[in-house]
């Protein structure tokens, strides 16, 4: 993924998201949370997507509403109807 296309994503994020981005936010399978915004990036839109494509939510599913967050700012969604 090229640099400018990160910035962009990570311009949609507030700034207490924008914080730790190499450390796991999914901290059973550790995974970054860098590497759930790649995902997203690569065209993940549900939790499941990316999940298959991380294995983040699979353990214990407490990361399950961050991700979600993540999906719902970066792709402009809002999950709540």
């Known amino acids: ?5 990160v910035t962009q994503l ?3 994020l507030p700034a ?3 914080r730790d981005l190499e450390k796991n936010l999914c901290v059973c399978n550790e995974v970054s949370k860098m590497a759930i915004i790649n995902a997203i990036a690569q065209g993940a839109s549900t ?6 494509q991380t ?6 599913g407490c990361c399950t ?3 979600e967050r ?4 970066i792709n402009g969604q809002s999950q709540d109807g």
């Open 1 to 5: 993924m090229a640099i400018d296309s």
């Open 10 to 12: 990570l311009d949609k």
């Open 16 to 18: 207490v998201l924008k």
């Open 47 to 52: 939790v499941e997507e990316v999940k298959k």
């Open 55 to 60: 294995y983040a939510t699979m353990g214990a």
């Open 65 to 67: 509403q961050q991700v």
């Open 70 to 73: 993540l999906i719902e700012l």
